[in-house]
């Protein structure tokens, strides 16, 4: 090789070395859950509105459910709302709510005024299951299988399509994708 | 004179950004300390958990503490904290498949150097030959 090429093919590489990192820039936000293919963590937390009644993964078992992260503080939720309420009232599978880092009045209200989609609100005071579920914005959501096993998790708001695509068929018995919505587009 | 002052807001300031919390010893509150500047803030992702004021870095912090009371080692603390958000946590990244290019990298352009260098040389010995030749 001409030695005279050599900082021309060090630049190429540069530049192909730069583009992949554009193209992947905007996924890299998204952390890939190790959570996927894993048990849901151990949770024991009082329902809102209703604080003597506690409900652990053991309360769900047997059945698809999914669980939403939210809180009356988060912006996205509200984005979110709607599509969380299509998905409740098609009956597909039990919406779970997650309540986290919120005050039970906050959260009432705000389900007061947006409307109250879920099937049963947990309380997440602290945030500490959060923490477990590796939860890092808001809102998530879990998808659960039957076993217990997280078997596909969104960062960010669903939308219509990501149900479709990713949470009908699951539920309906045809899975598809590897859990990872990021690898999914 | 003027920027020791400057300099010692500025560290006022920082340590403000942590809660104050009681360690047994000297040694236990290094290791903390070591800890929470490697690993990463998963919500402000170019930051530590020693350095970011988010609500979920200050209970990660509280978490690192509480685990270090109870006894555990920096290995487990790391651990249940990659078990949560991945190896993304760790801003010192484990030698393992999918990272060795990374780790290996600087060796190879290491390599890559000295292959070039080698090669300038030996062309530059041959030019001198040459002059040495002609002359």
Same mark, same amino acid.
């Given at each position: 090789?001409?030695?005279?090429?050599?900082?021309?093919?060090?630049?190429?590489?540069?530049?192909?070395?730069?583009?992949?990192? *554009?193209?992947?820039?905007?996924?890299?936000? *998204?952390?890939?859950? &190790?959570?996927?293919?894993?048990?849901?963590? /151990?949770?024991?937390?009082?329902?809102?509105?209703?604080?003597?009644?506690?409900? $652990?993964?053991?309360?769900?078992?047997?059945?698809?459910?999914?669980?939403?992260?939210?809180?009356?503080?988060?912006?996205?939720?509200?984005?979110?709302?709607?599509?969380?309420?299509?998905? =409740?009232? $098609?009956?597909?599978?039990?919406?779970?709510? #997650?309540?986290?880092?919120?005050?039970?009045?906050?959260?009432? =209200?705000?389900?007061?005024?947006?409307?109250?989609?879920?099937?049963?609100? @947990?309380?997440?005071?602290?945030?500490?299951?959060?923490?477990?579920?590796?939860?890092?914005? =808001?809102?998530?959501?879990? @998808? %659960?299988? &039957?076993?217990?096993?997280? %078997?596909?998790?969104?960062?960010?708001?669903?939308?219509?399509?990501?149900?479709?695509?990713?949470?009908?068929?699951?539920?309906?018995?045809?899975?598809?994708?590897?859990?990872?919505?990021?690898?999914?587009? | 004179?003027?920027? #020791?002052?400057?300099?010692?807001?500025?560290? /006022?300031? $920082? /340590?403000?950004?942590?809660? &104050?919390?009681?360690?047994?010893?000297?040694?236990?509150?290094?290791?903390?300390?070591?800890?929470?500047?490697?690993?990463?803030?998963?919500?402000?992702?170019?930051?530590?958990? /020693?350095? $970011?004021? =988010?609500?979920?870095?200050?209970?990660?912090?509280?978490?690192?503490?509480?685990?270090?009371? !109870?006894?555990?080692?920096?290995?487990?603390?790391?651990?249940?904290? %990659?078990?949560?958000?991945?190896?993304?946590? @760790?801003?010192?990244? &484990?030698?393992? !498949?999918?990272?060795?290019?990374?780790?290996?990298?600087?060796?190879?352009?290491?390599?890559?150097?000295?292959?070039?260098?080698?090669?300038?040389?030996?062309?530059?010995?041959?030019? *001198?030959?040459?002059?040495?030749? !002609?002359?």
């Amino acid at each position: 090789m001409n030695s005279r090429m050599v900082p021309l093919v060090v630049f190429g590489l540069l530049v192909v070395l730069l583009l992949v990192g *554009l193209k992947i820039s905007d996924r890299k936000t *998204l952390l890939p859950s &190790p959570l996927i293919g894993k048990p849901v963590p /151990a949770f024991d937390l009082p329902v809102l509105g209703n604080p003597e009644q506690r409900m $652990s993964r053991e309360s769900f078992l047997g059945k698809y459910y999914l669980v939403n992260f939210w809180a009356s503080w988060c912006v996205t939720c509200r984005v979110e709302h709607p599509v969380i309420t299509d998905l =409740a009232e $098609s009956k597909l599978l039990p919406v779970i709510g #997650f309540n986290f880092r919120d005050q039970p009045e906050d959260a009432k =209200a705000w389900l007061q005024h947006f409307g109250d989609p879920y099937d049963i609100n @947990l309380t997440d005071l602290d945030g500490r299951t959060s923490i477990d579920f590796g939860v890092y914005a =808001a809102p998530e959501s879990f @998808l %659960v299988d &039957p076993a217990g096993m997280i %078997v596909f998790k969104q960062i960010g708001a669903l939308t219509p399509e990501i149900i479709e695509t990713e949470i009908r068929p699951r539920v309906m018995g045809a899975p598809s994708g590897n859990g990872n919505t990021e690898s999914g587009n | 004179m003027k920027l #020791f002052g400057l300099l010692s807001i500025f560290l /006022a300031v $920082s /340590a403000f950004a942590q809660e &104050p919390l009681v360690f047994e010893s000297q040694q236990q509150q290094d290791r903390f300390n070591q800890l929470t500047q490697e690993l990463r803030c998963v919500v402000c992702q170019n930051q530590n958990l /020693a350095d $970011s004021d =988010a609500p979920l870095a200050h209970d990660l912090r509280d978490e690192v503490y509480a685990m270090l009371q !109870t006894g555990k080692s920096n290995e487990e603390i790391k651990q249940f904290l %990659v078990q949560r958000y991945g190896d993304f946590v @760790l801003y010192r990244p &484990p030698v393992q !498949t999918n990272t060795y290019l990374l780790w290996l990298a600087p060796l190879l352009i290491l390599l890559g150097g000295a292959w070039v260098l080698r090669s300038n040389i030996k062309k530059r010995t041959a030019l *001198l030959g040459d002059d040495n030749n !002609t002359a």
